[in-house]
């Protein structure tokens, strides 16, 4: 199983006392994948610093093909992390390396091979945005994955759209449903407070009925766990409850679920087990520190065969 991500890497450094840690839903997306057995390439770009080389270092670490990611002359992607731990707050450094993706010149010819995943942050950049929208437009991929994260001064409609018109799987929050009829995607909102599986029903099939090539729409619910739009079969899929006892630390938790999905999805599984498996992953990293960890034994063989 081929798969090529592509978006940001980032260190969440915080305003006091403690250690960086490195980041970023593509490069955590990627290492999940690896842990379950894809062989996964990341394209991205690092500063010329130590922190561009600490993170070329954990990415091989994490098993992620490196050969795609290039150094330029701005700062390894950072975020600035301040206030408590029950409310932190985000600063997302402007002009980082990652906003400055290019095609690499040593991409392979024929990318058919490969199934393919992005987000929105690093679509922040015209620069970045511009190569993304190259690899989609210029290549035939198997299928590709696109994890919708909003985040502030980091979107607008043209991201979305390139997102709704090249994705095949599509995952998105509930609460990042929003933003949607805020930008003239869909006619119509959707109520986190209060809604049920006919409106966000209502949701899919919309953007469905405009974005042709979207077959599966993922809604992440939190603690609710998650539903899934089969547009082949016109129908809601719900995913098991999530099962934990007590939770660590959220962070990766939607990288975790997204990869253990498409990595399932590829596979040829049914897409209730898919959902169920991500689900079962996503519940176990939260219960752990960092966006990415080990997984035990008894886990992994409930969530690849």
Not at 98 to 115: F, K, R
Not at 224 to 247: F, H, W
Request: overall charge negative; glycine content about 8%; some cysteine.
């Amino acid at each position: 199983m081929k798969i090529m991500t592509f978006g940001e890497i980032v260190w969440d450094v915080p305003a006091r006392e403690g250690d960086a840690t490195l980041g970023g839903a593509p490069l955590n997306f990627s290492a999940h994948l690896a842990k379950l057995g894809a062989a996964v390439h990341l394209i991205s770009a690092v500063g010329e610093d130590e922190l561009g080389e600490k993170a070329l270092q954990a990415a091989k670490n994490h098993g992620i093909g490196c050969d795609f990611i290039r150094e330029n002359g701005f700062p390894t992607g950072v975020v600035e992390v301040s206030g408590d731990e029950g409310n932190p707050q985000y600063y997302i450094v402007p002009n980082a390396a990652y906003d400055y993706i290019e095609v690499p010149d040593n991409l392979p010819q024929d990318l058919s091979e490969y199934s393919f995943y992005f987000g929105t942050l690093a679509q922040r950049s015209s620069v970045s945005r511009n190569t993304l929208s190259s690899l989609l437009s210029s290549n035939s991929f198997k299928k590709i994955f696109c994890d919708i994260n909003i985040r502030k001064n980091s979107y607008d409609e043209g991201s979305l759209k390139l997102c709704l018109q090249h994705a095949n799987i599509l995952k998105i929050s509930r609460a990042e449903i929003g933003v949607f009829p805020d930008l003239k995607l869909t006619a119509s909102a959707v109520d986190k407070r209060s809604a049920n599986e006919n409106d966000y029903m209502d949701f899919c099939q919309e953007i469905c009925s405009k974005y042709h090539g979207v077959e599966i729409i993922i809604i992440t619910l939190d603690k609710d766990g998650s539903m899934l739009y089969d547009r082949k079969q016109g129908a809601m899929i719900e995913s098991e409850k999530p099962q934990v006892d007590s939770i660590v630390d959220t962070v990766g938790a939607g990288d975790s679920f997204g990869a253990c999905f498409f990595y399932n999805y590829l596979g040829g599984k049914p897409l209730k087990k898919c959902i169920d498996r991500a689900t079962l992953l996503s519940s176990y990293v939260i219960t752990q520190r960092g966006a990415v960890c080990d997984y035990p034994d008894e886990l992994k063989e409930k969530i690849v065969d």
